[in-house]
Nanobody, 124 residues
């Protein structure tokens, strides 16, 4: 059983910023591509950003440059920096990691490990 611990969520006003962290205990993240997903109330899970093993990122089109995904393999940690937050960003955010193959913003069934989810609430 791999422990995955997310932190950094909470409440913020629209236009503000917030950072999320995700620590993957007991795996060596250098071998994994990783991603952030989110799920708003009454909606399906959607991909936010992925970061490949070579650190190349891919973002969902709706972000328009507001979020930044990064990783620190020395700490086995994944990060998401969120700027200019909007009320539409309110959701439960999940981190995920995949050992074999590439990561996808849409193909969330193929991830090996998931965080427990952390709430981000943006008030207008």
């Amino acid at each position: 059983q791999v422990g995955v611990v997310e932190s950094g969520g909470g409440s913020v006003q629209a236009g503000g910023s917030m950072s999320l962290s995700c620590v993957f205990a007991d795996i060596t993240t250098v071998y994994y591509c990783m991603a952030w997903f989110r799920q708003a109330p009454g909606k399906g899970r959607e991909g936010v950003a992925i970061i490949e093993r070579d650190n190349s990122p891919t973002y969902a089109d709706f972000l328009k440059g507001r979020f930044t995904i990064s990783r620190d393999n020395g700490k086995d940690t994944l990060y998401l920096r969120m700027n200019t937050l909007k009320s539409d960003d309110t959701a439960m955010y999940y981190c995920a990691a995949r050992r074999w193959g590439g990561c996808s913003l849409k193909d969330y069934d193929n991830y090996d490990y998931w965080g427990q989810g952390i709430q981000v609430t943006v008030s207008s």
